[in-house]
């Protein structure tokens, strides 16, 4: 069985966690976070590849899976309703 958090968040933001994996827009490598050097924060995958990183969790997973920091890859062409995407202003 899936979970779904509610609550909201200080900036406003509702039901972020667990509702699906967010899409984004980076190529994954397993290994992109050894390669860092310093403090940047929004660290960039390589330039092409076979995957994307899709971050976050979904209602699919299992609560202790269901974080902010949890990232995977998936196949770009890829379908499924426990993957999406988030609209950001």
Do not use: K
């Not at 699906?20 to 390589?46: A, M, T």
Request: aromatic residues 12%.
């Amino acid at each position: 069985m899936g979970i779904f958090l509610t609550g909201a968040s200080p900036y406003g933001c509702l039901d972020m966690s667990g509702n699906v994996w967010e899409w984004c827009e980076d190529w994954f490598d397993e290994h992109c976070y050894q390669y860092q050097q310093g403090p940047e924060r929004n660290l960039r995958g390589p330039e092409s590849g076979e995957y994307r990183v899709v971050r976050g969790g979904s209602w699919a997973n299992e609560a202790r899976n269901v974080r902010v920091a949890n990232r995977n890859r998936n196949e770009p062409g890829n379908r499924n309703d426990n993957i999406g995407f988030r609209c950001a202003q």
